[in-house]
């Protein structure tokens, strides 16, 4: 079993910032991308930003400039740092990681969401 948590969430006015985690947890033996994805009410799931076990980083046009995506790699921990955040960033996000386990069985995983809420 692997569990990605994630923290950091809150209500934030537009222009400020905010810091999620994900760590992941469980029976790992190598973790390949980690993601972050964003959900808003009545709207798909889409990424946010991605990176590589080796740091190889992907953002959303959205995004880019504003969030920064990083991680620890000896903690399973993936961030993302949001800054100058607008109304529309408002959204649930979910931490996804591509997961070798104990067993060298690779799977995709998804935490639990962590509500992203940006007042004008």
């Known amino acids: 079993q692997v569990q990605l948590v994630e923290s950091g969430g809150g209500l934030v006015q537009a222009g400020g910032s905010l810091r999620l985690s994900c760590a992941a947890s469980?029976?790992?033996?190598?973790?390949?991308?980690m993601a972050w994805y964003r959900q808003a009410p009545g709207n798909q799931r889409e990424l946010v930003a991605a990176i590589t076990s080796g740091g190889i980083t992907n953002y959303a046009d959205s995004v880019k400039g504003r969030f920064t995506i990083s991680r620890d790699n000896a903690k399973n921990t993936v961030y993302l740092e949001m800054n100058s955040l607008k109304p529309e960033d408002t959204a649930v996000y979910f931490c996804?990681?591509?997961?070798?386990?104990?067993?060298?069985?690779?799977?995709?995983?998804w935490g639990q969401g962590t509500q992203v809420s940006v007042s004008s």
């Open positions: 469980g029976s790992i033996r190598s973790i390949y991308s």
């Open positions: 996804n990681a591509d997961v070798r386990n104990s067993l060298w069985v690779r799977n995709n995983y």
